[in-house]
């Protein structure tokens, strides 16, 4: 009753404007009372009317009525707040919207403090006594308080859900099997519950030794990043040493290999901590994955662990990088040698040998960035490519999720900006920035596998015209690569898989004969200035195809 009473008060004298109780209250000459910044700000409003009204009543003044503080009502206002805040000390036992309620409780409902899988009903302390005190409640099963208990009850036969079926892969009433689960592989949730809770720790085990492995590797990284940095320390001193003697005439070839030196660390730097980053991501991922399984570990309710269960995750393979030999700390000696080299032969490097002090900078070039070798090395970097409709030439077709390509008699496609018009070509909807690896299954005729930029002139130039685009052209006795009009032949066993492998950021781009030992066919160094996009060029005869793999 003191509840109703505090509530009651607090709506009667509560301010019009903002709902709320008053704050600095003020009475106007109507006699309603309001905040005073809630009427003053009113008021400002009609100060251009030059007549000011009661948001209440609608009673108006002229002029503008001074405001005075209600002290009576702001003391009424303090004892309310702290006859409520004492009220409201006692409504946290009380359901709120979010809580589990007590199905017991008549009128406003208590906070459920347990939940009964048995009776499917949810208790407050004092209604679930009898649970600890009746023997007849003794094998009744208590879990945290649920709002999701109706979900253990069959919706066919109102029955509890106490069985699992292995064949439907669900939970099933007693009568379930009788009729349409009848003959299926059944269990009780219970046993299920135990097989699947195995399996669970399985997979948790395989990811905690994951992350034990991925944690060695990140420090293993640390390690590595600071024996670039003080061996390109080391190698900088040295240089500069060896330069000074050299005085004046030396002075500009020495900043060049500090510069190249230090140009080359943060390359290297950089590519270590780029595999660190993708180790920490996988760290960050396995951890996550490992906390859901334990809460899911952790669930009381059988049925809701069966039903929020899914098969273990199977783990996709660790990031392929080559061993690295934590106690290294010689990556730049061979610039030493070749500057030591150039001062006992001055004149040689200033016309032949300086090329080889870049070179051994260069050469460098850090463990992680070298390019793959097997066949699963490879595959580490490979990458789906879907083919680009609306770039399709209308000689074309497309097909198998727009992964495969057909060389056909000539189709009507709608008009689009990014269209080829006079070639039998196609680029991909994705761009490549990074490190990607796709291979192309051609057919009977010949095709150009090739990348290329996005502004590649659509209606005038095949790919490997121009010096934006670049083609590896697979026929039938011979290879050629094309780039900027010029054709070059290659030579190269037979295949009808070719293998892409694109670093960007290198400037490398690869063509392999597929296989299980893979053969380099041709190979670019360049350096791309813009995202790329995979592309393929067919000619006839008509049903010749390649497919994206």
Known sequence: MAQTGVQMDKETICCS??????????????????????????????????????????????????LVKNTMLADLVEQLKKTGLQAAAADHCYAGPED??????????????????????????????????????????????????????????????????????????????????????????????????RELEVSRLNIQQRIQDREKDVKLLQQEVENINVSADKAVLDNEKIF?????????????????????QRTEVSRVKEFQEKLEQEITELKRNDTELKKLSHTEDHNQFLQNFSSPTYLSGPIYFPPIDPFCLRHFDGVQKAVSEVRDK????????????????TEVNGLLSQEP???????????????????????LSLSEENKKVTFTGGLNYSSHPDRFTNSAQVLSRESLTGRFYWEVEKGEGGVYVAVAYKDHNTVNERFGDSEKSWAFGCFKNHYEFRHNNVTTTVSGPRSSRVGV?????????????????????????????????????????????????
């Open 17 to 66: 404007v903002c709902l709320d109780l008053p704050k600095d209250p003020v009475t106007i000459p109507c006699g309603h009372s309001y905040c005073m910044n809630c009427i003053k700000t009113h008021w400002d409003e009609e100060d251009e009317k030059e007549i000011h009204s009661c948001p209440q009543c609608r009673q108006t003044f002229r002029p503008r009525p001074v």
């Open 100 to 197: 589990v309620s007590c199905d017991v409780c008549s009128g406003r409902k208590l906070k459920a403090f347990k939940s009964c899988l048995v009776c499917l009903v949810s208790y407050c302390e004092k209604h679930l006594q009898p649970h600890y005190e009746s023997p007849a409640f003794k094998k009744h099963k208590l879990v945290d308080p649920s709002n999701k208990l109706q979900e253990n009850i069959c919706s066919r036969h109102g029955e509890v859900m106490k069985m699992f079926c292995r064949t439907d892969q669900q939970c099933i009433c007693y009568l379930c099997p009788v009729e349409e689960h009848k003959g299926h592989n059944t269990v009780s949730v219970a046993a299920e519950r135990t097989e699947r809770q």
């Open 501 to 549: 492998y694109l670093d960007h950021r290198a400037g490398i781009l690869s063509f392999y004969r597929a296989s299980e030992t893979m053969t380099l066919l041709h190979r670019v160094q360049t350096t791309f200035t813009q995202p790329l996009y995979a592309g393929l060029y067919l000619f006839g005869p008509v049903g010749n195809t390649a497919e994206l793999c």
């Open 244 to 264: 000074t003697e050299l005085i004046r005439l030396m002075e500009e070839r020495s900043s060049d290999v500090k510069q190249q030196v230090r140009s080359q």
């Open 373 to 395: 070798k097997t066949e699963n090395e490879f595959l580490e970097y490979s990458y789906e490519i879907t083919l680009d409709s609306n770039t399709v030439n209308t000689h």
């Open 346 to 361: 001055l004149q040689d490097v200033l016309r032949d040998k300086w090329t080889n002090i870049s070179l051994m900078v």
